[in-house]
């Protein structure tokens, strides 16, 4: 069973620019959620997507924004990017349930903003 | 608001040297204790959920039990190949996780 998938790994970009992350979470997964993990802060989160909803979010500017998919894959997107921006993202997915649902993350995606 | 305070931030333990890693929590409505180990550079490992107090779970040399209050993470015999950052979270009402800082485990041969 292939776990959770992230795209790209390594990415560079410029202070201003956009970036947009991909996950593909476990087969028959329906929910994604997505972290940001800087040393500083730890593990935040972004926000959480079930049957392509925003189901919570985070307390993160509006610069950061995700959407979900038909098929449960899910796209996380910051605009105007900032040098505070540069960290690791996560993706994790679960079935959603209310219990008993373990979840699992993905290798993540490692933003570098220059 | 939901809180987590692991301790201590940094252990570093001989091979065959027992301890606990400890997790303190206040969150309104656990559904569930979470353990993750993550090794530098990947994403974190799923160890245990634990949905109780008095619930207690074990894989190999690692042992997870749950209280009111916090969590412990029993490590018996660590071997080197046990050294990375162990991460504890929980999860209240909402479908989110909230974590610890993490404890960074290291083994000595």
């Known amino acids: 069973k292939a776990g959770v998938t992230q795209t790209p790994r390594y990415l560079i970009k410029t202070r201003g620019q956009q970036v947009t992350l991909s996950c593909s979470p476990i087969?028959?997964?329906?929910?994604v959620s997505w972290y940001q993990q800087t040393p500083g802060q730890g593990l935040q989160f972004l926000f959480e997507?079930?049957?392509?909803?925003?189901?919570n979010k985070g307390n993160f500017p509006g610069r950061f924004s995700g959407r979900q998919f038909s098929n449960s894959r899910s796209e996380m997107n910051v605009s105007t990017l900032e040098l505070g921006d540069s960290a690791l993202y996560l993706c994790a997915s679960s079935s959603g349930g209310v219990l008993g649902n373990t979840i699992y993350f993905g290798e993540g995606s490692w933003l570098t903003v220059v | 608001e939901d809180q987590v305070t692991q301790s201590p931030e940094a252990l570093r333990l001989q091979e065959g040297e027992s301890s606990s890693l400890n997790c303190s929590y206040t969150v309104s409505g656990l559904r569930g204790l979470f353990w993750y180990r993550q090794d530098p550079g990947k994403g974190p490992e799923f160890l245990f959920t634990?949905?109780?107090a008095g619930e207690e779970k074990e894989k190999e040399r690692l042992k997870a039990t749950l209280t009111k209050k916090e969590s412990f993470l029993h490590i018996t015999a660590p071997k080197p190949e046990d050294s990375a950052t162990y991460l504890c979270a929980v999860q209240g009402g909402a479908q989110k996780l909230v974590f610890g800082q993490g404890t960074r485990l290291t083994i000595n041969p």
């Open positions: 087969s028959g997964h329906r929910s």
């Open positions: 634990l949905y109780s």
């Open positions: 997507y079930f049957s392509e909803t925003q189901r």
